[in-house]
């Protein structure tokens, strides 16, 4: 009998935390995607390279500084962490994270690859299935909107009353003769 090769599962947890939304774009970080698939980031980013006609702009694009600081501040990293991000990283979207197992050989990049397009899947047909969801919550934002305008237009009414000074009012009423 021939030897049966243990697949390494990644609880789905570690793999969701690892996708940001990045220019509208759900996506995978280059050195989170060598993690998953046990390489050296170089070695992604080399592979990359060497086949980028695989990647056009819908499926990869490099951070821009900007993006990369904000990504960065975003998390607490140790300054040995830092030392690992001194380039911009790639971002892979979903055709992006597909098309790298085309270029990555190992099993366990070919079963993280698989596992990751699974849960993009899951992530897009979760999305789809919550659309009334997403309406009514747009619905609201506009009510909302309309609605602090008119709160606004109310309380500027209430300033400019409390500016105005009312005139004296005459007495009304019984009046006795001597008092005036």
């Known amino acids: 009998m021939g030897k049966v090769k243990a697949t390494v599962s990644i609880p789905d947890e570690n793999i969701l935390s690892r996708i940001y939304v990045i220019r509208g774009e759900k996506v995978m970080l280059d050195r989170d995607l060598a993690e998953l698939y046990d390489v050296n980031t170089k070695v992604l980013k080399q592979q990359v390279k060497r086949n980028i006609n695989r990647f056009p702009k819908d499926f990869m694009f490099q951070l821009s500084k900007n993006e990369f600081e904000d990504w960065r501040s975003q998390f607490v990293t140790s300054n040995s962490d830092r030392m690992g991000l001194r380039h911009t990283p790639f971002a892979f979207t979903e055709q992006g994270v597909a098309m790298l197992s085309s270029i990555l050989n190992s ?3 070919i079963n993280t690859n698989i596992q990751i397009i699974r849960l993009f899947t899951k992530m897009r047909k979760l999305i789809l299935s919550q659309k009334h969801l997403y309406d009514k919550i747009v619905n609201i934002e506009k009510r909302v909107d309309i609605q602090d305008g008119q709160i606004s237009g109310l309380f500027e ?4 009353s409390q500016e105005m000074k009312p005139e004296p009012r005459k ?9 005036e």
């Open 107 to 109: 099993e366990r990049a």
């Open 157 to 160: 009414l209430i300033e400019k």
């Open 171 to 179: 007495k009304i009423g019984f009046k006795i003769k001597g008092e």
